[in-house]
């Protein structure tokens, strides 16, 4: 049981270059989540998903887009990457409907922007 | 709207002394709580949750929070500090059908 996995763990990209970020998780989980995480900022939610073949905006979805075709895989992509997307994403996990459900996370990718 | 306040982005406490790290919330209904720890390049896991069965609530580690209504609070406290505490702790709060709300973390060093 891996739990959540992310994959690359770092990556770096120049201005304008694109990319997707692969979570996948192994626990049959309905809601996945994509969040950034910022020096001071605590975590923000970009977007997340609430089953396969769904997916809704968070709080900062700009320049960003996800797909979520299968159930244990949440895609994050940046289309014309920019230097303020310099950051640690993390992917979370929770099982379905109740709010008290913690989330599991992923052990993060570092993102630097040139 | 819910949000989430910690007090102090660095706390600083001497190996075998009491840990406190504030938490302050705003919900206009009543409030799921939660503690997450994150250490160095890892992601965050659970140290604890407030789901309204129990005000005080115990978690891994030795951990413990108090939800406190009319302080709007719910600090965590460790009796007795290890070096393995040092870490990143994030308080977060979810209610009715809203997302769940970070806050911006506080940065535990332990004094040997």
């Known amino acids: 049981n891996a739990g959540v996995t992310q994959t690359p763990k770092f990556r770096v990209l120049k201005t304008g270059q694109s990319m997707t970020l692969l979570c996948a998780q192994d626990?049959?989980?309905?809601?996945m989540y994509w969040y950034r995480q910022d020096p001071g900022m605590g975590l923000r939610l970009i977007h997340y998903s609430v089953g396969e073949g769904t997916t809704a905006k968070g709080e900062v979805p700009d320049g960003y887009n996800v797909s979520r075709l299968k159930k244990q895989n949440f895609l994050l992509g940046l289309e014309s990457a920019a230097p303020s997307q310099t950051s640690v994403y993390f992917c979370?996990?929770?099982?379905?409907?109740?709010?008290?459900?913690?989330?599991?996370f992923g052990p993060g990718t570092r993102l630097t922007v040139l | 709207a819910q949000s989430v306040t910690q007090l102090g982005s660095h706390v600083s406490v001497s190996e075998g002394a009491l840990v406190l790290l504030r938490c302050n919330y705003s919900?206009?209904?009543?409030?799921?709580l939660f503690w997450y720890v994150q250490y160095p390049n890892q992601g965050l896991q659970l140290l604890l949750k407030y789901t309204s069965a129990a005000t005080l609530v115990k978690g891994i580690n030795g951990f413990e929070a108090e939800f406190k209504k009319s302080e709007t609070s719910f600090h965590l406290t460790k009796p007795s500090a290890h070096m393995s505490d040092a870490a990143e702790y994030f308080c977060a709060v979810t209610a009715k059908n809203e997302k769940l709300t970070f806050g911006t973390g506080t940065r535990l060093t332990i004094i040997p």
């Open positions: 919900s206009s209904v009543p409030p799921y």
């Open positions: 979370a996990s929770s099982p379905h409907i109740r709010l008290y459900n913690e989330q599991f």
């Open positions: 626990m049959n989980h309905e809601y």
